[in-house]
């Protein structure tokens, strides 16, 4: 694609993007996954809901919003499991009497537990009917009173549908009742777009993402979608805070990922709030969402990263049959088909199943790389009562075929080389060996169980195993001549299997007029690793004019090692509402864990036994509805195998971070984060001084990140989408007795931006189609601890063109559209890695 062809390109794009401008006052009435309530006004501000009658009748009850006459509301539905959920929006509760802010019926008729209103910012009141056996059945009426939700005690009207999956078919509902005609619903497209209001990740209940005194973030399915993700490293640069880690995730399932300047391992990676290392193996296809927890998390989840987690989040069954297919094809021989299936599998709908299919061929920029995977996941639901609810889950990935990415040396490449510049496809690995093959299987079950409206408990279950073989060279370093690489053989054979079991009770309790919600359980946790890696001389390499297929030494040595660890975690949290404005969140974990490692050569052994508190404090004061002012207070530990020269074990490492930050819903669909932090992360091993103890090290150093971070997401207007962040991270090395004090911590940019906006046209004879664009800023970063190297800045450019119309999507998207040259992170001096040139990718998909 030509130069003038890709400013044409984003011209186009961009002039698509400001036509919202032109096009404000036209109202559609499609928008995303959204019932649309006309009343004769179109007036657009908050309308007082005066009073709520619950009024029982001969087919249930019906629960009546007052409103004055001549307004407009929207309702958009966010039913889930058991209950039926309605966000009404412009609207807010002004009650005379009682509580002004809330309403709540217990027991209203026969098959509902309960039915609660009350505003959840300052233009929604949310609509909760909680069934007993099953989702309630609710028509919507408007009358010359207001808004009225007739719930019926049977079967007896239609049922607004379950969260739907993207792009479900509009469908419109009009069933009959006496004297009022029910309201026409008109439900399209994905339920939260570019804005998800509640998680779990943070407090392992749902709670709105403006009542945590924590910063998190979450990428949507219609991002990932929209983008058309393929590795960790594309969904997680819509975050701001977060940076590529030592090495490059897109040309490699297995991510390594830095949050506030700080690696995020393999056990802070997790499926569904549950541990697990091997979920940094990716794959797209069964992920609704992404969400990043940002700071220390182990009052939850015990032992971690400092930085943060990140926390998949499954597609799960629903109610109501759908079926998907996708096919993708793109530059570097990429190839990709997936497909989701779900739906009942009985008539009562109390078992559901869901099943998600893909599979993957891919070359690269690079020499020689290649890479095939296999993923299938499926998924099985059973309403076993009223109270009770088990979910069973598998998932199974296999790439048989992937090629190592070993980088590049720095003299060449970021830094000058007499000899020139390293060819930017050029590969110093072999064509053969050259394996970094996986396969990964994980079980699980989530069981839920009931046993008042405000009181349940959880049961989750998951083990998984990885197995991996890597044939592969290993750049060691550059010879004075600044053109031969020398290099080893690295033949390594591992393996990690990992169970966790969590068991808590959620529970809800006043005390006077203060709420409670509390979260108390144990969480029991064995990890199983091992590797046997031989080691041979391999032929040194020219960086100008290699010649590969040279030998590789047929002796070498051995090195390798077992390790075990487990763990019991047991942990108390209370979310506290003082008052509807001031709430606490209060959390405290005890860990204790014991570990052996033993060397596969040697049998020598290694013993790890140690505990941990860890204690999370958290305070939001809400000035009004809108605004979320917090500050937190929260402390993290990750174990370390080793001994000082006296012989004592090492401490486990320790991570403490002071959080303020403001949380704004700017509208009903746009939300906002402005966040300060200082992360401290000490019983950093260093050198031990001492003189005659050489390779022995010492607890002593520390490193810390203090940073300001924003992130914007939501819609702007009907159809046009934005996601936004910007980060400023200061993180550097503190204490150490070899690193100079003042040294950054590597791959972490001071300055980093990302914006990714679409819009699409809801009208007319061009209705459905659109187009995005991204902008994704990295400042200069350190490629080592030692701070030899700095790899420059880059900015790249996305965009994307789309086609939506009823069940067929298509789309076209564009990435590095100017074909920068850039390297996105390092592991040393000689293992610099490119990033991914200038890519086309081209997507169709159809529901049925």
Do not use: C
């Not at 009073?51 to 889930?80: C, F, H, M, W, Y």
């Amino acid at each position: 694609m030509t130069y003038r062809l890709k400013l044409a390109l984003l011209a186009s794009v961009v002039s698509l993007l400001i036509a919202p401008s032109t096009w404000a006052g036209e109202k559609s009435p499609i928008e995303s996954y959204k019932i649309l309530v006309q009343t004769p006004s179109q007036e657009s501000s908050v309308v007082p809901i005066t009073g709520v009658k619950a009024n029982p009748n001969d087919k249930g009850v019906e629960v009546i919003l007052e409103t004055s006459l001549g307004t407009q509301l929207q309702v958009i539905n966010r039913s889930t499991g058991n209950n039926f959920i309605v966000d009404v929006l412009g609207g807010q509760l002004r009650l005379p009497s009682g509580d002004a802010f809330r309403f709540r019926s217990e027991k209203p008729t026969e098959g509902i537990t309960g039915i609660t209103v009350t505003n959840i910012n300052a233009t929604t009141v949310r609509v909760t009917v909680v069934g007993v056996a099953a989702i309630p059945t609710v028509e919507l009426f408007d009358d010359d009173g207001g808004l009225v939700f007739a719930v019926a005690s049977q079967a007896t009207a239609t049922q607004l549908p379950e969260t739907p999956p993207a792009q479900q078919k509009p469908e419109n509902q009009t069933p009959s009742a006496e004297g009022d005609e029910p309201i026409e619903l008109v439900v399209t497209g994905e339920q939260d777009g570019y804005r998800v209001r509640d998680s779990s990740t943070a407090t392992k209940t749902d709670t709105p993402l403006r009542d945590i005194p924590q910063s998190i973030q979450v990428v949507p399915q219609q991002v990932l979608q929209d983008q058309q993700v393929r590795n960790p490293s594309e969904a997680l640069r819509n975050v701001a805070g977060v940076s590529q880690g030592v090495n490059s995730g897109s040309r490699s399932g297995n991510a390594t990922i830095n949050i506030r300047g700080f690696d995020v391992a393999f056990g802070d990676f997790l499926r569904n709030g549950l541990r697990d290392p091997g979920s940094n193996i990716f794959n797209l296809a069964n992920i609704e969402r992404i969400e990043v927890l940002k700071g220390p998390a182990s009052v939850l989840f015990g032992q971690g990263s400092f930085g943060g987690l990140i926390n998949y989040v499954t597609k799960q069954p629903l109610t109501e049959p759908y079926y998907s297919v996708e096919a993708s094809a793109g530059s570097f021989n990429y190839y990709r088909g997936a497909a989701d299936l779900t739906g009942p599998l009985n008539a009562s709908k109390t078992v559901l199943y869901r099943l998600n299919l893909a599979a993957l061929t891919t070359e690269s920029f690079l020499d020689f790389y290649e890479e095939q995977q296999y993923f299938v996941a499926p998924v099985l639901t059973w309403q076993i009562s009223d109270r009770t609810k088990l979910t069973l889950e598998t998932e199974y990935l296999n790439r048989p075929r992937s090629s190592g990415n070993v980088g590049v040396p720095a003299v060449g490449s970021v830094l000058p080389n007499p000899n020139g510049r390293i060819p930017r496809n050029r590969s110093f690995n072999e064509p053969d060996p050259n394996n970094d093959n996986v396969s990964s299987i994980a079980v699980g079950y989530n069981l839920e169980h009931r046993f008042s409206e405000n009181w349940q408990l959880r049961n989750a279950f998951r083990f998984s195993r990885n197995e991996r073989d890597l044939d592969a060279l290993v750049n060691t370093f550059l010879s004075t001549d600044n053109r031969t690489l020398n290099r080893i053989g690295l033949f390594t054979d591992s393996f990690g299997e990992f169970f966790n079991a969590d068991t808590y009770i959620v529970g809800k309790f006043t005390t006077g007029s203060i709420q409670h919600q509390l979260v108390t359980g144990f969480n029991l946790t064995r990890e199983e690793s091992g590797y046997l890696a031989t080691i041979r001389q391999a032929a040194p390499i020219d960086l100008f004019n290699p010649v590969y297929g040279q030998p590789i030494d047929n002796g070498g040595f051995r090195v390798g090692s077992n390790s075990s660890t487990d763990t019991l975690g047991i942990y108390v949290q209370d979310q506290i509402t003082l008052v509807d404005n001031l709430k606490l969140l209060l959390g405290v974990r005890f860990d204790t864990f014991t570990g052996t490692t033993k060397d596969r050569i040697t049998s020598a052994e290694q013993n790890l036994s140690d505990d941990a508190f860890s204690p999370r404090v958290g305070i939001i004061y809400q000035p009004i509805v809108p605004i979320s002012l917090y500050a937190s207070y929260s402390r993290s530990f990750n174990p370390v195998t080793g001994a000082t020269f006296e012989g004592s074990a090492f401490q486990p490492e320790r991570g403490i971070q002071y959080e303020v930050g403001i949380k704004a819903d700017l509208t009903d669909r746009l939300s906002a984060t402005l966040t300060f932090f200082d992360l401290t992360r000490s019983n950093v091993s260093t050198a031990d001084p001492v003189p005659g103890r050489t390779g022995f090290s010492i607890q002593t150093g520390e490193q810390r990140s203090r940073g300001i971070e924003f992130n914007i997401g939501g819609e702007i207007l009907p159809g046009w989408n934005i996601i936004a962040g910007y980060a400023y991270t200061d993180a550097q090395i503190t204490k150490d007795n070899t690193l100079t004090v003042g040294n950054l911590l590597n791959n972490t940019p001071r300055n980093s931006f990302n914006l990714w906006t679409t819009y699409e046209i809801q009208r007319g004879a061009l209705q459905g189609f659109g187009g995005g664009i991204g902008f994704f800023f990295v400042g200069e970063r350190q490629g080592d601890l030692e701070n030899t190297l700095e790899l420059p800045s880059y900015f790249l450019t996305d965009a994307a063109i789309f086609y939506k119309r009823d069940r067929f999507r298509a789309a076209l998207n564009f990435k590095n559209l100017f074909d920068v040259n850039y390297y996105d992170s390092a592991g040393s001096n000689v293992s610099v890695n490119p990033g991914d040139a200038f890519t086309v990718q081209g997507t169709i998909s159809w529901e049925f």
